[in-house]
């Protein structure tokens, strides 16, 4: 049955994509006063008690920050602690280490963690979520923006918000288009117990056609993540819990010792994504409706949380959709995140060519940046709260 419209007439922001970036975003308004309303696709019971979709993410300085002034650090039910990483490449016999001396790189958290903190946060602040809710049209005029569901239902306010991932039908509507970069593979997650203490060590290893990442969770697990050709993720999938550890433990050269698989395996396609545009009339974009990274530098939802507060402490609360907050915000945005986004792809394309000219000179790069504590130590800052 058709649900009835429902009145948005105070409502100061719309935010569509009730995600850890939406949510986020929400918290972050509220707190300045605005009166906002998120729309979600999904039902309440699914935001309010997420799935392990098998993420964990890391949390650099800065988003550790800016978590704890929103109150949903403090939610985190589980942290581990990111204390040092080490990059290996084929044919190097001796990994490149980062660390921070005195501290830890940063945090790593699932993410059915970090989307539970999130709503856990609007909840306590009494911001309404509207779930069921997916959003068709959009139409905008010099005073406010109007958001059509599928339902029937229309929204209205002086700015809204696109926060509905990478492939955003907000965006789209808003005739904002944007670039995608299909990597032609996709990562396979597998939470992994193992004999030995990862003691807080993540370890990247570039190999001759894959990439594995081993990042600590709490307790003797690592959660692995390996990256492979699209061709070759059947033959993967087709292998059992024991073959598949057996499997990630040779690649890794038995750093953690025996492995097991504890948990279930998830696959996502690797795609990365650029708006060409952050905001529009009446219209901004965080999250990764904006900029969706690859993961190998881990920094995506980071870039994420630096959407939030750029955004966030910027707006004109007598007229959030005022054009000179949203260009000063799109102007800072793309000043933090171009760097990271090109420099990323740039590092795939780099670590993912298996031409042995392209692996003689990976194995140069690390050397030298072993003998380069400088260089060593500019690239740890960046890891530790890059966009700073």
């Given amino acids: 049955m058709t649900r009835p419209a429902v009145t948005s007439a105070d409502a100061q922001v719309l935010i569509s994509g009730g995600g850890p970036a939406g949510l986020a975003l929400a918290c972050a308004l509220h707190d300045r006063g605005l009166a906002v309303q998120v729309l979600e696709q999904a039902d309440e019971?699914?935001?309010a008690q997420p799935a392990d979709d098998g993420r964990e993410i890391a949390l650099t300085h800065r988003s550790r920050a800016l978590l704890e002034r929103l109150g949903l650090w403090q939610r985190l039910p589980e942290v581990a602690p990111l204390r040092r990483a080490r990059v290996m490449s084929s044919g190097s016999r001796t990994p490149l280490p980062f660390e921070a001396p005195g501290q830890d790189l940063g945090w790593l958290v699932?993410?059915?963690?970090?989307r539970a903190a999130a709503w856990a946060g609007v909840q306590a602040r009494g911001v309404p979520v509207l779930c069921g809710r997916r959003v068709v049209g959009l139409a905008r005029d010099a005073q406010r923006a109007r958001l059509q569901c599928a339902d029937g239902a229309e929204l209205a306010a002086p700015l809204v918000v696109a926060a509905d991932s990478r492939f955003s039908a907000l965006r789209?509507?808003?005739g904002i288009g944007a670039r995608h970069h299909d990597f032609g593979r996709s990562a396979l997650l597998v939470p992994l117990a193992h004999e030995r203490d990862h003691e807080g060590?993540?370890?990247?290893?570039?190999?001759?056609?894959?990439?594995?990442?081993?990042?600590p969770m709490s307790g003797s697990r690592s959660s692995a993540v390996w990256t492979v050709r699209n061709a070759?993720?059947?033959?993967?999938?087709?292998?059992?819990?024991?073959q598949l550890a057996a499997r990630i433990e040779a690649a890794a050269g038995g750093v953690l010792g025996p492995m097991r698989v504890v948990g279930g395996r998830h696959v996502y396609p690797l795609v990365a994504v650029w708006a060409e545009h952050f905001v529009g009339p009446r219209l901004a974009l965080i999250g990764d409706a904006a900029v969706g990274m690859h993961p190998v530098t881990a920094h995506g939802y980071n870039l994420g949380l630096y959407g939030v507060e750029a955004l966030a402490w910027r707006l004109d609360a007598a007229d959030p959709g005022a054009p000179g907050p949203l260009a000063a915000f799109e102007?800072?945005?793309?000043?933090?995140a171009a760097p990271l986004y090109v420099g990323t792809n740039a590092l795939v394309r780099f670590f993912t060519d298996d031409r042995e000219p392209v692996l003689a000179l990976r194995r140069a790069v690390i050397n030298l940046a072993r003998h380069l504590p400088p260089l060593r130590a500019a690239i740890t800052r960046r890891l530790v709260d890059a966009a700073a």
Avoid at 110 to 114: A, D, G, M, P
Avoid at 331 to 336: P, Q
Wanted: aromatic share 4%.
């Fill in 331 to 336: 102007a800072e945005h793309r000043r933090a």
């Fill in 172 to 174: 789209r509507l808003a």
């Fill in 45 to 47: 019971a699914t935001l």
């Fill in 201 to 215: 060590v993540a370890q990247e290893c570039f190999l001759r056609g894959h990439t594995l990442a081993l990042l």
């Fill in 232 to 242: 070759e993720l059947p033959g993967l999938q087709a292998l059992d819990d024991t």
């Fill in 110 to 114: 699932s993410n059915r963690w970090l």
